[in-house]
């Protein structure tokens, strides 16, 4: 009789599943774990999402949908910089653990981020279960782009990779990252890529979602725009977004930046992005708004000609894949799994670099042929339908019921 996993623990410790994109330190990560938690609970699958109190007055427990809750776990003060959570990772664990042991046994943790994989490295022990990791982002691939983290998370990946019964890539370009940084063994690494909600994301009228936003409707459809989703943030170059809207030389262009900034990086970025538009002479012409809820971002995807993806680094990029979605075409940089997403001179353009004029010259040619943003658009709509969250659903309950049966892991 093959296994099945019934219950599961997923550890998010330093974001909410229920918290908004985009502002904070929630991103990718938030979507990834609310969309596939729903989809596992959905197929069956009882899941409880931990994570860190992050205000005071949230409840314990917060039931989303039959089989997918969001548990409050106590560790440190609510409001915490990211930088000092490595230190509340004992109260969280211990809170997880307690949690368990009071509501019952669980088949199998998954944690997602460096920090839920060292919680959940001494869950697996202490209750003898099989761990699944997902990084997300991991601190050598960012220090190989001058994103430089603490050697304590590079050893705290190190020991959680060792130890993993499996480690999910969402890409090849992930896969091989793992391998060559990390020693990676190849047979624990999964390519389980992420998906998207093709019920909100899905091509639209672009005359009816700009005169939704303000930006000139069915009337003005002649007028340029171009989109940036994300945190503002240096390693998700918004900087550079500017610089090429600067260098497209059209007096009619506008660029829309969707995404706040946190802490003191972030928000010296953000400050330093708007000082840029001001000197660039492009005030009123880069419109800043503030996150939005998921589902709502389509609107804006909709609304654009192109978006642009200039990351440093991108272990997947859902906003590429939610933008294909919505039939708009991307030119993003040509990193991580933003090479797998984007069929380069098909549903988009990749660019090697991070020079604005590198980025202007493939929008400036989208925007001068019609037939090929339409054709284009037609391709990256076409290839996001090879992404759905029940699929990826699927193949992790495969994976999870295999690791039920396997031989686990030991730390060396």
């Known amino acids: 009789m093959n296994a099945v996993v019934r219950t599961l623990a997923v550890l998010s ?44 007055d949230l409840p314990d427990e917060v039931f989303i949908e039959p089989g997918f809750q969001v548990v409050h776990v106590d560790a440190g003060p609510s409001e915490l910089p990211k930088e000092a959570l490595p230190d509340v990772v004992p109260a969280f664990t211990d809170g997880v653990l307690e949690h368990i042991e009071r509501t019952g046994d669980v088949d199998l943790i998954h944690a997602n981020y460096w920090l839920s994989g060292v919680a959940g490295h001494r869950i697996k022990h202490t209750l003898d279960l099989p761990l699944v990791s997902t990084f997300h982002t991991l601190a050598r691939v960012k220090a190989e782009t001058g994103d430089a983290e603490p050697e304590r998370r590079v050893e705290a990946e190190a020991e959680v990779i060792a130890c993993s019964d499996a480690i999910l890539a969402n890409c090849e370009a992930e896969r091989t990252q793992l391998v060559r940084l990390y020693g990676a063994d190849p047979a624990r690494i999964e390519i389980v890529p992420p998906g998207v909600d093709h019920a909100f994301f899905s091509p639209g009228d672009r005359g009816g979602a700009r005169n939704a936003l303000g930006l ?12 940036f989703v994300g945190r503002i943030q240096p390693l998700k170059g918004a900087d550079v977004a500017v610089r090429a809207l600067a260098e497209l030389g059209r007096d009619d262009a506008v660029l829309v930046v969707v995404g706040g900034a946190s802490g003191v990086e972030g928000h010296a970025e953000a ?27 389509s609107t804006y995807y909709r609304a654009a000609d192109v978006c642009l993806v200039p990351s440093r680094t991108e272990s997947f990029g859902l906003v590429a894949l939610e933008a294909a979605a919505c039939g708009t075409p991307v030119v993003a940089a040509s990193v991580g799994g933003l090479r797998s997403l984007v069929g380069d001179g098909s549903t988009g353009f990749l660019v090697d ?16 042929d019609r037939e090929l943003r339409a054709a284009m658009s037609a391709s990256a709509e076409a290839r996001s339908r090879q992404y ?22 030991s730390c060396l």
């Open 216 to 227: 000139g409707g069915s009337a003005d459809l002649t007028r340029p725009v171009l989109l």
């Open 13 to 56: 410790l330093h974001t909410s599943p229920l918290a908004q994109p985009g502002s904070g330190d929630s991103g990718g990560m938030n979507v990834y774990v609310r969309e596939l938690v729903s989809s596992l609970a959905q197929a069956g699958v009882d899941c409880n999402v931990y994570v860190r109190r992050w205000a005071d």
């Open 271 to 297: 400050a330093r992005v708007r000082a840029l538009v001001d000197d660039l002479g492009l005030t009123g012409r880069v419109r800043f708004v503030d996150p939005q809820p998921h589902h709502l971002l």
């Open 353 to 368: 670099g991070r020079d604005p004029l590198d980025f202007a010259g493939p929008v400036s040619l989208l925007l001068a």
């Open 388 to 409: 759905a969250w029940s699929m990826t659903a699927a193949r992790l309950r495969r994976l999870y019921a295999d690791l039920l049966v396997r031989e686990p892991v």
